[in-house]
């Protein structure tokens, strides 16, 4: 059926309807009315600043008929939340998406130089030291009064969750640029 024509309760996977497993060849979903597992080509978060494992977005994409471009991904459903599932499938899909969506969260800024309109971060992390470039300050982009979230040039993401829990030479940092 055509997405246009689906319902709310088409969209929303029943947890108790569906089948979650890895095998060789990846991730795979199966619902009731298939005769084979369908392969899911992404996991996505609806809301991924704020729900967690809550409201995933199952997506697969078919088979190319030309093989030249592949066809664009399509929704299978949404999830409302892994906790309703085994254990073992809460434990593939919370691999999944840390996997995917992959965000450091910055918990102290040593410097930041800029030269010729780049900006360069260095920076510590949750995930080691990092650095990275900005070419725009509109890649950082404030959510709720005092967390953060930078956009670098290659499009990876970094995150400061409170900016007031940061040490004063890192909040100096981030007030010129703000």
């Given at each position: 059926?055509?997405?246009?024509e689906r ?11 569906i ?35 809550e ?25 409302r ?10 434990d ?6 840390a ?12 410097t ?10 260095d ?56």
């Amino acid at each position: 059926m055509p997405d246009t024509e689906r319902t709310q309760t088409d969209l929303f996977l029943d947890p108790a309807q569906i089948e979650i497993g890895r095998d060789e060849a990846g991730l795979w979903l199966r619902l009731p009315a298939d005769t084979a597992p369908r392969r899911i080509s992404s996991v996505r978060p609806s809301f991924p600043l704020s729900t967690g494992p809550e409201f995933l977005a199952f997506y697969h994409r078919p088979a190319s008929d030309t093989g030249l471009t592949p066809p664009p991904e399509e929704e299978i459903g949404i999830l409302r939340s892994i906790h309703e599932l085994p254990e073992h499938a809460q434990d593939l899909l919370a691999s999944e998406v840390a996997r995917v969506y992959f965000v450091p969260r910055i918990s102290r800024i040593l410097t930041i130089d800029e030269a010729f309109g780049i900006q360069s971060w260095d920076v510590i992390t949750d995930r080691g030291p990092r650095k990275f470039e900005l070419t725009d300050r509109s890649n950082l982009r404030v959510f709720e009064p005092y967390r953060l979230v930078i956009k670098d040039v290659d499009g990876n993401r970094y995150r400061i969750d409170d900016v007031r829990l940061l040490d004063r030479r890192s909040q100096k940092w981030l007030d010129l640029q703000l």
